[in-house]
C-alpha cells in the first residue's frame, strides 16, 4: 500500500469567550486557579474541541458540531472527553489510529505550564498513547486577546489494519 493511503493528517480549532462563574477545562483537566473559564454549551474545553476537530479533520468526517450540535439540550454541559471518545471511535472504525498529537492553547491568564504534564497525561491516555506523542503548546495573545481562550491541533493518523 502506498505510503500515502496509510498517513492522514488533520488540524483543529477552536476559542470561548471567558467569564467569570464558569470552570476552565483543558484538555480533561480542571485548572484550579483559574479566576474565569469558558463560556460554552459543553464544559468548554478548548483543548479537547480542537483535538476532535483535528481527527474528524483528518478522515473528511466533518466538525464536532455536527456530531454534537449546540442547539441540542442533550449536549448542554457535556464532559467533552464523551466527544473526544465519540471521535475516537468513527476513527478507529475506519481502521485508522492516533500516531501523535501536538495542541497549542492561547490564554493571557493563569500561567498554565504547572498544569503542562498532567494534561499531556490526560489527552495521552484518553488517546491510548504515551504522553511523548503529546506535545502541548502554551501562548498569551500578549494582551491582545486577553477575554478569550483559544485552542489548535495537529494530528497524524496511521492505518491499523491493512
Ligand atoms: N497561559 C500561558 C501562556 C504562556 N505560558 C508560557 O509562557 C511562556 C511565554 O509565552 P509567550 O506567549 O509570551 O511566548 C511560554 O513558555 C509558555 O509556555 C504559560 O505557561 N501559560
Ligand atoms: C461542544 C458543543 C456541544 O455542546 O458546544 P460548545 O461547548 O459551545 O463548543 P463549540 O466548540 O462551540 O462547538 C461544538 C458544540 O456543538
Known amino acids: 500500500m502506498a505510503i500515502f493511503d496509510s498517513l492522514r493528517i488533520g488540524f483543529g480549532e477552536d476559542a470561548h469567550r471567558l467569564a467569570q462563574g ?5 484538555g480533561g483537566v480542571a485548572i484550579a486557579n483559574a479566576e ?3 463560556v460554552a454549551h459543553s464544559d468548554g474545553d478548548a483543548l479537547l474541541h480542537a483535538l476532535s476537530d483535528a481527527l474528524l479533520s483528518a478522515l473528511a468526517l466533518g466538525d464536532i458540531g455536527q456530531h454534537f450540535p449546540d442547539t441540542s439540550p442533550e449536549w448542554k454541559d457535556l464532559d467533552s472527553t464523551v466527544i473526544l471518545r465519540h471521535v475516537l471511535d ?10 501523535n498529537v501536538a495542541v497549542t492553547v492561547t490564554l493571557d491568564r493563569p500561567k498554565l505550564g504547572a498544569s503542562r504534564a498532567e494534561i499531556a497525561e490526560r489527552v495521552a491516555q484518553l ?5 511523548d506523542r503529546v506535545g502541548v503548546t502554551f501562548k498569551t495573545s500578549e494582551g491582545l486577546a486577553p477575554d478569550h481562550v483559544q485552542a489548535r491541533a495537529t494530528v497524524l493518523l496511521a492505518r491499523s489494519a491493512p
Open 22 to 26: 464558569r470552570p476552565l477545562v483543558l
Open 36 to 38: 474565569r473559564g469558558a
Open 90 to 99: 468513527l476513527v478507529s472504525q475506519r481502521d485508522f489510529t492516533p500516531v
Open 127 to 131: 488517546l491510548r498513547l504515551t504522553s
